[in-house]
């Protein structure tokens, strides 16, 4: 088969289109006896391999070139970054103990999804103990008032007490309550919002009392153990998130923040260790939300952002 020769020309590839066109300006404004490496504009120690030549393909060849306009375009930034998974700190929540005590017993475990209400662990607790104790006592002083007020009301209106003591008992009646109450309110704040179910099952045991997990989520984290000594409002026993969705917190150097943009798109690689760099240059901290599904919090990651 005879082999076609073919001029490259500037729709073809760009970096042969280059090297002609200077080569063509070179040979038009030399003389014959100028060497070949001041032919070129690029240097004048270039060598002989170094100048752009014609060359030939056959038909067959011709058949894979694709020919495309010459145009101008944007070359894409790549950032390679570092950074960390982490929860969600807006959908995450610590769960303290409300009571003071030793752990019994851990109900729950770290993975484990669990709904708001539902007992995460029991504590042995003197403090719910009293607290349990005062609200019967009151229950029970309310209930003796307020049959004695009834009483006072009836023998008052057939004249056989004075108003005083009609005063006397209704005044009575309304210490009880407010005494009630105020028992009831510190069971409440310990997680127990129907003090009513205890003074119905006075004979169960006093000590032991639950923490509620006082929103829906997953277990992420889990702080105590049995046994520990927990310290009412001071000690944290769990970490419940959200984790439908968690964060990618981002190490951007202050040299290509300006790159940065809102809705740019951005890649996370499979999960490595990240080499350490020597660069001493001011550092900014960016955040993605990310579902859940890819990538695993408390995770090094290296994240690739086009700018």
Same mark, same amino acid.
């Given at each position: 088969? &005879?082999?076609? $020769? ?20 070179? !040979?038009?404004? !030399? ?21 752009? /030549?014609?060359? $030939?393909?056959? /038909? ?21 970054? &570092? ?8 959908? &995450? ?21 669990? $709904?708001?209400? /539902?007992?995460?662990?029991?504590? &042995? ?181 086009? !700018?």
């Amino acid at each position: 088969m &005879t082999p076609t $020769h073919i001029r490259p020309s500037e729709p073809l590839v760009r970096f042969i289109a280059l090297p002609l066109l200077a080569l063509a300006c070179a !040979s038009c404004g !030399s003389g014959p006896g100028e060497s070949e490496s001041r032919m070129t504009s690029y240097t004048a120690s270039e060598k002989k391999a170094d100048i752009a /030549q014609t060359f $030939h393909i056959t /038909q067959e060849q011709t058949a894979h070139i694709e020919v495309v306009p010459v145009r101008k375009e944007n070359l894409p930034r790549t950032l390679r970054l &570092t950074g960390s998974v982490a929860y969600n700190a807006f959908l &995450t929540t610590p769960v303290f103990a409300a009571i003071g005590g030793p752990v019994r017993e851990i109900l729950v475990a770290p993975g484990q999804v669990v $709904h708001k209400g /539902q007992p995460l662990l029991t504590v &042995t607790s003197p403090d719910y103990s009293a607290a349990r104790s005062a609200y019967i006592k009151a229950r029970d002083a309310f209930a003796l008032a307020d049959k004695m007020y009834a009483r006072a009301q009836d023998l008052f209106a057939h004249g056989a007490i004075a108003e005083a003591d009609l005063q006397q008992a209704e005044s009575n009646r309304t210490q009880a309550h407010a005494d009630l109450e105020s028992s009831a309110d510190a069971l409440r704040a310990l997680g127990l919002h129907d003090p009513e179910a205890i003074a119905r099952n006075p004979v169960q045991s006093t000590a032991e009392i639950p923490v509620p997990a006082p929103v829906a989520g997953e277990i992420v984290e889990r702080l105590v153990g049995p046994g520990q000594l927990l310290q009412a409002g001071g000690t944290q026993c769990f970490t419940i998130s959200d984790t439908g969705s968690v964060w990618v917190l981002v190490n951007v150097y202050q040299s290509d923040l300006s790159f940065v943009r809102v809705g740019r798109t951005s890649k996370l690689p499979p999960t490595r260790t990240p080499k350490p760099s020597m660069e001493e240059s001011p550092i900014s901290h960016l955040r993605w939300t990310l579902p859940r599904a890819l990538c695993r919090p408390a995770s090094l990651r290296k994240i690739r952002a086009a !700018s």
